[in-house]
T-cell receptor, first 114, second 116 residues
Framework: AQSVTQLDSQVPVFEEAPVELRCNYS??????LFWYVQYPNQGLQLLLK??????LVKGINGFEAEFNKSQTSFHLRKPSVHISDTAEYFC????????????FGQGTELSVKP | DTEVTQTPKHLVMGMTNKKSLKCEQH?????MYWYKQKAKKPPELMFV???????INESVPSRFSPECPNSSLLNLHLHALQPEDSALYLC???????????????FGSGTRLTVV
């Protein structure tokens, strides 16, 4: 079975500072990895995904993530955050044999302060 | 059209009521999903439809009854719910009718359900 661990439940950061949200996964088969963002009272929006190939993935809103197979990690980074990045961020994993099911981590609340 | 539209956005219902949630997409996606999300928690999968057929039911109580009348529409019928069923119900769709898990989802904004 697959599992996802987001290592930080809350990350406070000042505006224009860099940020890293950490995600580790566990799986016995090859995985597809995703980061989603959820703004208050909204659904989830796909930030980026890793399927195969280059381990550095660029997404929307200036976010990027790096897949590290040896460390089973998929950390999300942004070099300079804005107040508008304040939201809940979910890392998720799927595999070819789970019927398209996404397994989500517990989420990281990013709070950007002025 | 790159959206998943959910209606209503808010719903308050009594424990003896019958209500339905509606989800619509016009992206040609043939896989559609219902997720339940409690406050400060990740979404939990309830149902998966692939080519309008139910392919996954995550042991959801029978008071939740999904329906997929056509490739663009997904309903969730609610009956005799409990207060603990209060949550945000999210619909999603994907270009993934074979269940390969490689495309990710497009989510709707959800229906916030309160059971009183």
């Amino acid at each position: 079975a697959q599992s996802v661990t987001q290592l930080d439940s809350q990350v406070p950061v000042f505006e224009e500072a860099p940020v890293e949200l950490r995600c580790n996964y566990s799986s016995s088969v090859s995985v597809y990895l995703f980061w989603y963002v959820q703004y208050p009272n909204q659904g989830l929006q796909l930030l980026l995904k890793y399927l195969s190939g280059s381990t550095l993935v660029k997404g929307i809103n200036g976010f990027e993530a790096e897949f590290n197979k040896s460390q089973t990690s998929f950390h999300l980074r942004k070099p300079s955050v804005h107040i508008s990045d304040t939201a809940e961020y979910f890392c998720a994993v799927s595999t070819y044999n789970q019927g398209g099911k996404l397994i989500f981590g517990q989420g990281t609340e990013l709070s950007v302060k002025p | 059209d790159t959206e998943v539209t959910q209606t209503p956005k808010h719903l308050v219902m009594g424990m003896t009521n019958k209500k339905s949630l509606k989800c619509e997409q016009h992206m040609g996606h043939r896989a559609m999903y219902w997720y339940k999300q409690k406050a400060k928690k990740p979404p939990e999968l309830m149902f998966v439809y692939s080519y309008e057929k139910l392919s996954i039911n995550e042991s959801v109580p029978s008071r939740f009854s999904p329906e997929c009348p056509n490739s663009s529409l997904l309903n969730l019928h609610l009956h005799a719910l409990q207060p603990e069923d209060s949550a945000l119900y999210l619909c999603a769709s994907s270009q993934d009718p074979k269940g390969q898990g490689i495309y990710g989802y497009t989510f709707g904004s959800g229906t916030r359900l309160t059971v009183v």
